[in-house]
């Protein structure tokens, strides 16, 4: 983790959105990314993380290029790939690939699945015919499937499966950067772990640097190294795993922890998840974007916008008062319970209680 | 990395158990044969080739030259589906006219369904064209077919190329909608984006993906419009644009026997009933290819 292999400062992506149907006004801007800036290093699992609508696909691809930038610079590897020209793009596509989210969607019906692992390399010229043919049936155990599904066809597969086709196929042509486009979210539980720890093994071994897009904060704690967290087309607040969840700055990030699932009902905390929905980028909050659903917001934060400042090391947070927001504990042992909830588990034992009386 | 890859081959003696579970795909002719429709579809349309392309060694007769004593004549054992009016064989006219039929569908499929895939491929992959090539295709969907058969007739002068042209041109359109809508959908799919990611060149990416998808829609539309083409050149060489006399074509040999239609309907009813055993063939044998060309359906 010494220099950052891909660099975004300040890149934005603007939609103009256009009315009329000859003569095409333009009425306003949709500010899907609006000056997002970050360093993955080499070799780290940086993850983003937001609630939909927030950009964080977009910054994926937009580090990609496979949509365009409206401003701003992406480096990768210390070269400016804004600029980059189709020929040199086409280079540097192999070393950067995509996973998706969705397994049904992201692999051709048509083709079988030694094609589709092997399509990467055939583009990029690797191997030969007989060589292509070794190295897709090596991916294939890499991702624990076996030889012999090669010449089946995507739809005789589950979810799961689908998904480690789609990772073999990433990996055919050995990237260093992976962008992962919520690569678990279609899958139920189980699978999601099992596809968590083979991206986290193939790291391991092949020494890949993750971009890790994903919409919840608990998977990306069992894979990140850094977690970004974005809001409205911003990064809100950026830092290593550990503080970022030991010690949650800004108020969404604290939100967002409080949103995932607990499956233990005596650990859940009383904290008010956020009411509303995400405004629209379309026309975006003056001041802090989050001052609609904040909690702690302000008339300070309705005006001016804040900063991504430097809280702690390595740790930045937009909000004017991260320094003073309360500390997050989503683990206040039995304190902070709801009420209700209180009651159902008085009742509960309540009649546990009744019930082995009776039968005694 | 390369070390320890065994491909499974199937050593002598050795028991394989992944080996043996692969099954392979069977042809897509084998596919069809399964199916009972299919396979009559599939023995019609072959029938009906070949009996097109050998007519002249297999008709019985002059197709041009008739004798007018024997006008008329009913199937029987004089000519066997009888005699037209100017007592020309049937089976001779019946062939040939199969022959320039047939010749209309496919030069006016394949030339019309051939520029409007291009221009269909073209305005969804390049969304700036789509606006443009969409209202021109808009345009020409205005006009009717039978409009273009009297405009180039004017131009050409009435026969078949004028027929061929005026059907094409009346295809084109139809066919640029029917492939943009189902490339529009498809372009939306996660592995075109992954294919672009890759960093592939436009032709791999709709050579490879985005055509082999849209097949389905492609191939009900091209059968569909074989049929309705057919009959359109039956109802151009009707009217008197296409297929001049003496010229055998199906639809104008339906038309020369409307005049005795009471009194010697197999000069009108033999070509029609071709002519439906023709388009029902070709759709039938087109749906179960469809079908047949796509993995998921098959078992």
């Known amino acids: 983790m010494t220099k950052p292999l891909l660099e975004l400062e300040d890149v934005r992506k603007l939609y103009p959105v256009k009315k009329g149907l000859i003569v095409q006004k333009e009425v306003g801007t949709v500010r899907a990314v609006d000056g997002v800036s970050f360093q993955l290093m080499s070799g780290e699992t940086l993850a983003v993380v937001g609630e939909s609508g927030c950009g964080k696909s977009t910054t994926a691809r937009l580090a990609m290029r496979l949509i365009e930038s409206t401003s701003g610079t992406i480096r990768y590897d210390g070269q400016d790939i804004t600029k980059a020209t189709r020929q040199d793009m086409r280079r540097l596509r192999r070393d950067m690939q995509i996973i ?9 019906p048509r083709m079988t699945v030694e094609e589709i692992i092997a399509e990467p390399m055939v583009v990029h010229n690797v191997g030969d015919r007989a060589s292509r043919r070794d190295r897709v049936r090596e991916l ?24 480690r086709i789609g990772i073999a196929r990433a990996l055919s042509v050995s990237p260093r950067l992976v962008v992962c486009d919520e690569p678990v979210s279609a899958l139920d539980v189980s699978i999601q772990a ?67 699932p607990e499956p233990d009902p005596s650990r859940r905390t009383a904290m008010k998840s956020l009411g509303g929905d995400l ?28 900063a991504l400042r430097e809280i702690g090391v390595g740790h930045r947070a937009a909000c004017h008062f991260a320094e003073s927001v309360p500390a997050f504990d989503r683990f206040r042992n039995g304190e902070g319970i709801h009420p209700r909830l209180q009651e159902r588990l008085a009742l509960y034992a ?11 | 990395m390369s070390d320890g890859v065994v491909i499974p081959q199937s050593p002598v003696g050795v028991q394989q158990p992944e080996a043996d579970r692969i099954v392979r795909r069977p042809s897509v002719l084998l596919l069809l044969l399964r199916e009972p429709s299919a396979c009559v579809a599939l023995m019609t349309v072959v029938t009906i080739l070949l009996a097109a392309l050998f007519a002249p060694w297999l ?54 369904c051939g520029i409007g895939a291009v221009i269909g491929f073209a305005a969804a992959y390049y969304s700036r064209l789509s606006g443009l090539l969409m209202r021109l295709m808009d345009v020409l969907l205005s006009f009717p077919a039978i409009l273009f058969g009297l405009a180039i007739a004017a131009i050409f002068g009435p026969g078949l190329t004028a ?89 104008a040999m339906a038309a020369d026997g409307r005049n005795f239609l009471f009194f010697a309907p197999h000069v009108s009813v033999l070509p029609s009933l071709l002519i439906f055993i023709i388009v029902l063939a070709f759709n039938v044998l087109g749906d179960a290819l469809r079908d047949a060309l796509d993995p998921k359906l098959n078992k």
């Open chain 1, 350 to 360: 309540r009649h546990k209680a009744a019930l082995a009386t009776a039968s005694a």
């Open chain 2, 163 to 251: 027929v061929i042209i005026a059907l094409s041109i009346a295809t084109v359109p139809l066919m640029a909608r029917v492939v943009r809508g189902a490339a529009i959908v498809v372009m939306q799919q996660d592995y075109i984006e992954g294919a672009r990611a890759l960093g592939m060149s436009d032709r791999r990416l709709i050579l490879k993906h985005l055509l082999p998808n849209c097949l389905s829609a492609i191939f009900v539309f091209v059968t569909l419009r074989f049929g309705q083409v057919i009959l359109l050149g039956a109802a151009l060489s009707f009217i008197g644009l296409g297929a001049q006399p003496p010229t055998a074509e199906l639809g």
């Open chain 1, 279 to 306: 405004p629209s980028p379309l026309n975006p909050p003056s001041g802090c974007r989050f001052h609609t659903r904040c909690p702690l917001a302000q008339e300070r934060c309705r005006s001016e916008v804040p």
């Open chain 1, 194 to 260: 099992q596809i968590v720890n083979l991206l986290k093994d193939l790291q391991k071994e092949f020494g890949l640097t993750y971009l890790f897009i994903s919409h919840g904060l608990a998977v990306v704690k069992h894979v990140s190294d850094r977690v970004a967290v974005m809001y409205l087309g911003q990064i809100v607040e950026i830092a290593d795993k550990k503080s970022l969840y030991d010690n949650p700055r800004h108020p969404y990030t604290q939100a967002l922890l409080a949103a995932a």
């Open chain 1, 140 to 163: 294939l155990r890499l991702v624990d499937l076996a030889p012999y599904h090669a010449d089946r066809y995507p739809h005789e597969f589950s979810g799961g499966q689908r998904q």
């Open chain 1, 100 to 108: 998706f989210q969705d397994p049904y969607s992201s692999l051709n």
């Open chain 2, 59 to 112: 008709a019985p007769g002059d197709p041009y030259g008739g004798d007018l004593a024997l006008t008329l004549q009913p199937p029987g054992e004089l000519a066997l589906l009888g005699t037209d009016g100017q007592g020309r064989d049937m089976i001779t006219r019946l062939l040939y006219g199969l022959r320039t039929t047939l010749m209309i569908g496919f030069a006016a499929v394949f030339i019309g």
